[in-house]
C-alpha cells in the first residue's frame, strides 16, 4: 500500500469530515465527543471490528466521552487510502452518537 | 470517596501487580502488552462492562497489542479505594492474556 500522492491527498483529504493533518507527522487526527462512556465505548467496539477486518488499526485514546483518534498506516510510514478509508468508516459510525 | 490516606497508600499500592504512580499528579498508570489487537480490544470490552457498571471509568490509550491505563478518580482529584479496586479487575482480566 503506497503512501497518497500529492494529487491523491488533494482530491482525498478536504472529503473528510472534521479531521487534521497532524503536526510533524504524516497521520490525520480527530477528536470525537460522545454523550457518555456508553456511546463512546459502544463506537469503539464497532470501529475495532472493522478495524480487525481491515487488518488496519487506530492509535487512539479514550476519557469518558471522549476519543482522540490518529491515523496512519505503519508499514508505509504515512497516510494510504487505508487511512482515508477508516477515518470514513468511523465517521459513517458516529453519525447520531457524536455530541452537538 | 474520599482520597487514600497515607498509611491506605502505604498498605494498598504495593499490592498492585506493576502499577506506578504518576509524575507530578496523585494517579497511577501501568502498559499492558498483549499477543495482538482481538487480545487487547478483547480486555478492554470486558474492562469496559466493569468500569461502566463501577461508573468509574479509565484513561486509557491503545495502538495494536498495546494499553496504557490511567486510573484517579475525578471527582476526588486523586487517587481512592475505587481506583485500587479497578486496577485489581484490570489484572485479574489481564491473566492469561499479556504478553511474557
Known amino acids: 500500500m503506497p503512501r497518497l500522492t500529492d494529487s491523491e491527498r488533494s482530491e482525498l483529504l478536504p472529503t473528510l469530515d472534521g479531521w487534521a493533518l497532524v503536526e510533524g507527522r504524516d497521520a490525520i ?3 470525537f465527543v460522545f454523550g457518555d462512556f456508553n456511546a463512546a465505548f459502544g463506537w469503539m467496539t464497532r470501529v475495532a471490528l472493522v478495524a ?3 487488518n488496519h488499526h487506530p492509535e487512539w ?3 469518558y466521552n471522549r476519543v482522540e ?4 498506516t505503519h508499514d508505509a510510514k504515512g ?3 487505508r487511512d482515508i478509508e477508516l ?3 468511523m465517521d459513517q459510525m458516529a453519525a447520531g452518537l457524536v455530541k452537538g
Open 87 to 89: 477515518a470514513q468508516r
Open 52 to 54: 480487525e477486518a481491515m
Open 79 to 81: 497516510l494510504t487510502r
Open 69 to 72: 483518534v490518529t491515523l496512519a
Open 61 to 63: 485514546s479514550n476519557t
Open 29 to 31: 487526527t480527530k477528536r
